[in-house]
Nanobody
């Protein structure tokens, strides 16, 4: 059983930065694509960023590209999301997720991920 634990969320002002972490249990972290999703109140869960197992390929949703950076440390079984220039519209619960299989595809659909963390709240005030 894989467990994912997010941390690093909080309440910040517009323009501030936060770094989220996702710590994974088990020995297979380095084998799988990992992603960040987020869900705002009353909205569907949406893809934020994804990174393949080697870190060579990374995808971002358009609205965060240039402001957010996803990276991973396979030796520490941890993935990160550095969020700069935060905006009120970034307010959401952020979830990390592990891919369902070991392909190098970064799916932007939640159905492609089988393990999820409990989420960490990010609130950006204007």
């Amino acid at each position: 059983q894989v467990q994912l634990v997010e941390s690093g969320g909080g309440l910040v002002q517009a323009g501030d930065s936060l770094r989220l972490s996702c710590a994974a249990s088990g020995r297979t972290f380095s084998t799988y694509t990992m992603t960040w999703f987020r869900q705002a109140p009353g909205k569907e869960r949406e893809f934020v960023a994804g990174i393949v197992r080697t870190g060579v390929t990374i995808n971002y949703r358009d609205s965060v590209s240039g402001r957010f950076t996803i990276f991973r440390d396979n030796a520490k079984n941890t993935m990160y999301l550095q969020m700069n220039s935060l905006k009120p519209e970034d307010t959401a619960i952020y979830y990390c997720a592990r891919a369902r299989d070991t392909s190098a595809i970064i799916s932007q659909r939640a159905e492609g991920y089988v393990y999820w963390g409990q989420g960490t709240q990010v609130t950006v005030s204007s």
